[in-house]
């Protein structure tokens, strides 16, 4: 009895608006063939390109906040002129935050440079000498001298970097645009030697009372005022100061080296990469920075390691009223040739990535005060007759 069964097409057209065929044949599995990958092993694709999309979403949000802090920084600050006061200001709170804020972050890296550099027997290696401070004096004790370390080199930093600029604008107003650009390096190297001249002698002070604390076993005093307080008790003023000639010994070719070589390796980057430095963002250019600065630091810590150890020596073993010449040969009589290059490999790491960090950082806040970064400066635009 066919006529009481509803005919195909009958049953179609009932269905047909609540189950497409349509979908049914897009939603229908294909047979899975013998080469194809079962897809429950590659989970973790799914789960990276989750992560990497999640990554972008948040560097997206950094970033509008920070153009968002930038804009209001540079509306409060005003427009910044290139070499005007503002810039000047800038440039030297720049320069606190980056040396200030590093040279903090490595201190742990930096008391094991000092104690080996006055007893390079004290340990075999780095992780041997945190695993044995943190366990006589806790987690505090991998940090000994942090505070002085702060103060001083944030000082130091004001006036190296705030320095740089000011002498090289004024050097290069001496000699002339053409001059200054021929005869750059040199413009680089005077510069910087005369920002140092001044910066160390803000960070003297500081650098006494932090190889103080970071050599002697326990420290000798608990912090940074403390410790001014009884060098200044003990040996007047001039005690914070025993060691300025050896800091300039040790930082002013360390800046030198630092600032030319930073200049000229950003320089021969952007000569090699296609386009002009204009043509690459803050990310790029920050980029280029980071990696010029490591250049650098590792330059500097060759050429300032010899002075960098007499520094140490000096502040930990200079007898009271011995002269600056009799202690620099009576402790290199001591440690000989070799023993002023205790502890390079430590520091060719510390002050490379250091470096690299405090240009980052540098031109990072020169660029969130709407200033152009350092280094890969153009030739004079000659004036068309």
Not at 5 to 17: G, N, V
Not at 44 to 55: I, N, P
Not at 195 to 202: L, M, Q
Not at 285 to 314: E, N, R, W
């Amino acid at each position: 009895m066919p006529f009481t069964f509803p005919s195909q097409t009958a049953l179609r057209h009932a269905f047909a608006p609540a189950v497409p065929q349509e979908s049914q044949r897009q939603t229908a599995a294909a047979p899975r063939t013998r080469y194809q990958a079962r897809p429950e092993l590659y989970s973790a694709f799914s789960v990276a390109d989750d992560a990497k999309h999640k990554a972008e979403q948040l560097s997206e949000k950094a970033a509008a906040e920070f153009n968002k802090a930038s804009h209001k920084a540079q509306e409060k600050a005003g427009k910044i002129e290139m070499y005007s006061f503002k810039y000047f200001a800038a440039c030297t709170f720049g320069g606190l935050l980056a040396c200030g804020l590093t040279h903090t972050a490595v201190t742990p890296l930096d008391l094991v440079k000092c104690r080996r550099q006055v007893d390079a027997n004290m340990y075999k290696g780095n992780f041997e000498a945190w695993g044995k401070i943190g366990r006589a004096e806790g987690f505090r004790g991998i940090y000994t001298g942090w505070g002085p370390t702060f103060w001083g080199y944030s000082a130091q930093g004001a006036f190296k970097y705030g320095g740089y600029e000011i002498f090289k604008k004024v050097f290069a107003d001496v000699v002339g645009e053409d001059a200054a650009y021929r005869w750059k390096t040199s413009l680089y190297l005077s510069a910087s030697a005369s920002a140092e001249f001044f910066a160390d002698i803000a960070l003297c002070p500081f650098e006494a009372v932090k190889v103080r604390m970071q050599t002697t076993i326990p420290p000798f005093a608990t912090g940074t005022v403390p410790g001014l307080t009884q060098i200044i008790t003990k040996e007047g003023v001039s005690g914070l100061y025993k060691g300025l000639y050896p800091l300039w010994g040790r930082q002013i070719p360390y800046t030198m080296m630092k600032f030319a070589s930073f200049e000229t390796a950003v320089e021969m980057i952007y000569e090699g990469l296609p386009g002009q430095k204009s043509d690459y963002g803050k990310g790029a250019q920050t980029g280029v920075s980071f990696l010029g600065g490591y250049i650098a630091g590792i330059l500097c810590a060759i050429v300032s390691h010899p002075a960098d150890v007499m520094v140490s020596k000096l502040n930990a073993e200079r007898q009271a009223g011995e002269g600056f010449g009799a202690a620099t040969g009576r402790i290199y009589q001591k440690i000989g040739f070799m023993g002023l290059w205790n502890g390079l490999p430590v520091r060719i790491v510390m002050i490379g990535t250091l470096t690299g960090l405090q240009w980052m950082i540098y031109d990072y806040f020169k660029i969130f005060m709407g200033l152009p970064t350092t280094g890969g400066q153009a030739p004079p635009q000659k004036e068309q007759k």
